[in-house]
C-alpha cells in the first residue's frame, strides 16, 4: 500500500510514487488499473514547464499499459469530511496473479428440505450445485495500490 504524497488528496506525483515503490523485478512487465473516473483526472494534470511528456499517453500511464476496472474505487470518492480508505490505483505484474477453476462440479439432490421458521418439512425437494474457484496473488510483493486514506 501506498500513501499519497499530500494527505487526503490525489496529486500527478503519486503516479510516479506508485510505480517507483513497485520492486525492480516487477516493473517489466507492470500494467495499471483504476476506474474511468481516475483516469480522467490523470489526464488533467499537466506539466506547464513542458519539460516532462504527458502522464498518459494513448493507452498507457508512464510507459506502462492501463486498464479500466470499473468497480474499483476512484477519485470521485474521495471525500476528506469522512474516515475512509480510498483504493484508487493499481500498479503491477499481473502474470502474478492466478485464477484457477478446478475442473468439475458437484450436483446433490436433497430429497426433503426444512422450512426456516420452524424446522419441519416442508413438502419440497432441492438441488445444491457448487465447483470451486478462486484467485489470489503468488507475489504479493508484485503489486502496489494507491490508498488516498481521508480522516474526518
Known sequence: EVTPATAEVFVAADCYTTLEALPA?????????????????????????????????GDRLLRKPFFEASS???????????????????????????????????????PQLFATGNNRPSGQRGFVYWWRVGADVTHIDAFRLLNIATAA
Open 72 to 110: 474499483m474505487g476512484d477519485t470521485s470518492d474521495i471525500d476528506a469530511a469522512q474516515t475512509a480508505d480510498n483504493f484508487i490505483l493499481l500498479c503491477g505484474d499481473f502474470k502474478e496473479y492466478r485464477i484457477v477453476d478446478r475442473v468439475g462440479s458437484t450436483l446433490e439432490f436433497i
Open 25 to 57: 523485478r516487477h516493473r517489466a512487465n507492470a500494467s495499471w488499473t483504476m476506474g474511468l473516473p481516475t483516469v480522467n483526472t490523470i489526464s488533467r494534470f499537466f506539466n506547464p514547464s513542458g519539460s516532462e511528456p504527458p502522464l498518459i499517453d
